[in-house]
C-alpha cells in the first residue's frame, strides 16, 4: 500500500513541475492533421518528423488542401568542423551544425513566412578510434534531427495556439517572447 501511495505522490509531482517524456508534446486539440512538404520527401529528417508528428496522434496527410496545417521543409544543410586541435596539429573535436529553413502555413494563410531551425554540437575525436567515432557522429546526428524537429514542433505549438498570423521571423519571435513574459 505504501509502495502504491508513494508512486502516486511521485507521478502527481512528475506531472504538476511540467515533466513530460521525451518526444512527447503538448499540442493544441484542433491540430489533427498536418501536410509535411520538402526537397527531399524522403529524407532522413522528413521521415523522423513524420514519426514524431504520428506518435502525437497527428495525421499526416497528401494535400494540403486536407491538412489544417502544412510545414514545408525548405532547404535542409549539414557541416562538420574542425573545433579544436591538438598539440599534435591534429583535429582533437569536430563541429557538427544542422540547420533547416522552414514555413508554417494553416490553409492559405502564411503564419511563419520562413525561418531556420539550428542545432550545434561538439565532440571529442580520436583518430584511434575511427569506426568508433564515426558511429558516435552517427548518432549525435540523429540527436540533432531531433532537436530541429522539436524546434519546428514547438513553433508550430505556439503559432497553432495563438491565431494571429506572423508573416515574418522577427513578429513571430516578438510575440513569443511576450508570450513568454505573460506566462510567468
Not at 509535411?36 to 518528423?49: F, K, N
Not at 506518435?55 to 502544412?70: H, Q
Request: glycine share 4%; hydrophobic share 35%; charged share 30%.
Amino acid at each position: 500500500m505504501k509502495k502504491l501511495i508513494a508512486l502516486l505522490l511521485s507521478t502527481t509531482l512528475l506531472t504538476a513541475c511540467g515533466w513530460h517524456l521525451r518526444g512527447s508534446i503538448a499540442l493544441p486539440e484542433d491540430l489533427d492533421s498536418i501536410y509535411l512538404s520538402a526537397e527531399d520527401t524522403h529524407g532522413t529528417l522528413v521521415t523522423d518528423m513524420r514519426r514524431a508528428l504520428e506518435s502525437n496522434n497527428i495525421a499526416i496527410v497528401d494535400s494540403a488542401s486536407n491538412a489544417s496545417y502544412s510545414i514545408k521543409l525548405l532547404n535542409e544543410r549539414s557541416e562538420r568542423r574542425a573545433a579544436s586541435v591538438g598539440g599534435d596539429a591534429l583535429v582533437s573535436e569536430y563541429e557538427l551544425t544542422m540547420e533547416v529553413d522552414y514555413s508554417i502555413e494553416r490553409g492559405e494563410e502564411v503564419l511563419l513566412k520562413q525561418d531556420t531551425a539550428r542545432a550545434i554540437r561538439t565532440y571529442d575525436y580520436d583518430r584511434n578510434q575511427v569506426l568508433g567515432k564515426n558511429e558516435e557522429e552517427n548518432i549525435i546526428r540523429g540527436e540533432l534531427r531531433n532537436e530541429l524537429i522539436q524546434q519546428i514542433v514547438r513553433r508550430l505549438r505556439f503559432l497553432a495556439s495563438n491565431p494571429q498570423p506572423s508573416t515574418t521571423t522577427e513578429e513571430s519571435e516578438q510575440a513569443e517572447a511576450a508570450d513568454g513574459q505573460t506566462a510567468s
